[in-house]
Structure formats: C-alpha cells, structure tokens
C-alpha cells in the first residue's frame, strides 16, 4: 500500500514563501510521477505542478515561475517550493503519487492535504 504524508502547509502573508513535502510510502518511488494540487474553498481541486521520473517538470499558468516542484529520490520525498504567495494560492495542497508497486501493480495516491492560508 501506498502512503503520502505531506507537511509544511501554514499560515503566511502575501509576498512570503512556504515549502511543501510530502514523503511517499511504497511503490517504487524512483520511476513515479508526482504532482501537487489545491483545492480552494467551493472550488474543484486542480492540478499544480508535476514532475516525472527524469524530473521533467510541468506548472499551472497561475504559479509559473513562482513555484517549484522537485523530487529527492533516495528520501523518497516531493518538494513544492511556493514564493511570492498571493492570496488565490490559499487552499489544501494535496500531494500525489502514481506508479507501479514492487509487486507490478499500477496505482494513484492521495496523501491527506496540508492547508495553506495566505492573507493580506
């Protein structure tokens, strides 16, 4: 079974900085692909950052060039780097996972959110 444990959300102001991780549990990490997403209050969760296995990287318009998103294969762990915060980054950033187990089996995880609140 897979696991995700995401840390590092809080409560900032606009313009300051936060660092996502999220530790993945089982699978083979090295060859997942991992994104990051957010779910804004009343709002559908949507895909922000994605990095694959040769650490290729995809962003949402909306955090291009502000967030980054990196991948420590021997610590098994997903980073999003989060500057220049504003207020629409508020939201539950929810950490993910997608690839194969040991035993071949493909699967998609969830790791359980970490609340990210940005005010003015």
């Known amino acids: 079974q897979v696991q995700l444990v995401e840390s590092g959300g809080g409560s900032v102001q606009v313009g300051e900085s936060l660092r996502l991780s999220c530790v993945v549990s089982?699978?083979?990490?090295?060859?997942?692909?991992l994104s990051w997403h957010r779910q804004a209050a009343g709002k559908g969760r949507e895909l922000v950052a994605l990095?694959?296995?040769?650490?290729?990287?995809t962003y949402s318009d909306s955090v291009k060039g502000r967030f980054t998103i990196s991948r420590d294969n021997a610590k098994k762990t997903v980073y999003l780097q989060m500057n220049s915060l504003n207020l629409d980054d508020t939201g539950v950033y929810y950490c993910?996972?997608?690839?194969?187990?040991?035993?071949?089996?493909?699967?998609?995880?969830w790791g359980q959110g970490t609340q990210v609140t940005v005010s003015s």
């Open positions: 993910r996972s997608e690839g194969y187990s040991r035993d071949c089996k493909h699967y998609a995880s």
């Open positions: 089982g699978g083979i990490f090295s060859t997942s692909k």
């Open positions: 990095i694959i296995s040769d650490h290729t990287t």
